[in-house]
Nanobody, 119 residues
Framework: QVQLVESGGGLVQAGGSLRLSCAASGSIFSINAMGWYRQAPGKQRELVATITSGGSTNTADSMKGRFTISRDNAKNTVYLQMNSLKPEDTAVYYC?????????????WGQGTQVTVSS
């Protein structure tokens, strides 16, 4: 099992910045990708960005240039630097991790952290 604990959410004005962190614990030795998804009220959960253990990243087009994902493998932590925040970025942000065991992928989710951007 993998446990994910997020931190860093909060209230910020439009144009501001926030940095989210997510620390993994448990069976971390086999974690592959880590990342962030978000879910706004009344909307489906959507990809924000992911990063593999090797450092390859994938960021949603609408967030490229504003959001940057990074990872510290030594600390088993993934970060999301969010700049130029907009009111439409308001959502619960969920940390994500996956790992493969005998060819089977297991997905893990954090409890979520609220990000609210005021206009």
């Amino acid at each position: 099992q993998v446990q994910l604990v997020e931190s860093g959410g909060g209230l910020v004005q439009a144009g501001g910045s926030l940095r989210l962190s997510c620390a993994a614990s448990g069976s971390i030795f086999s974690i592959n990708a880590m990342g962030w998804y978000r879910q706004a009220p009344g909307k489906q959960r959507e990809l924000v960005a992911t990063i593999t253990s090797g450092g390859s990243t994938n960021t949603a087009d609408s967030m490229k240039g504003r959001f940057t994902i990074s990872r510290d493998n030594a600390k088993n932590t993934v970060y999301l630097q969010m700049n130029s925040l907009k009111p439409e970025d308001t959502a619960v942000y969920y940390c994500y991790a996956d790992r493969f065991v005998l060819g089977v992928r297991y997905d893990y989710w954090g409890q979520g952290t609220q990000v609210t951007v005021s206009s």
